[in-house]
């Protein structure tokens, strides 16, 4: 049973950084691409940032700001985020692709919460 677990939420000031990683159980982290996604009180869950064997891709509003990357020794993913602003306040979901149809998710974490004060 694939199982992903978020960590590294927190509260940050507007500027700083915060690493969230992802554990994932029951598949190898290689296996499918991943991502992640994020929620904001009162809005629809948005696309954030996506690794796969083709290499990654992200939402322009944190372009150049988050790093999305694989540990494959920890079998984890990994979300570098610099330069936060208040809005990317959010709960910050990880996300494993279908292996048939890399275009749809086919296991979510829980999320984990990252409040960005200015």
């Known amino acids: 049973q694939v199982q992903l677990v978020e960590s590294g939420g927190g509260l940050v000031q507007a500027g700083g950084s915060l690493r969230l990683s992802c554990g994932v159980s029951?598949?190898?982290?290689?296996?499918?691409?991943m991502g992640w996604y994020r929620q904001a009180p009162g809005k629809q869950r948005e696309f954030v940032a996506r690794i796969s064997s083709s290499g990654t891709n992200y939402a322009d509003a944190v372009s150049g700001r988050f790093t999305v990357s694989r540990d494959s020794g920890r079998n984890s993913l990994l979300l570098q985020m610099n330069s936060l602003k208040p809005e990317d306040t959010a709960v910050y979901y990880c996300a494993r692709y279908n292996t048939g149809d890399p275009s749809r998710v086919a296991y979510w974490g829980k999320g984990t919460l990252v409040t960005v004060s200015s």
């Open positions: 029951g598949t190898s982290i290689n296996f499918a691409p």
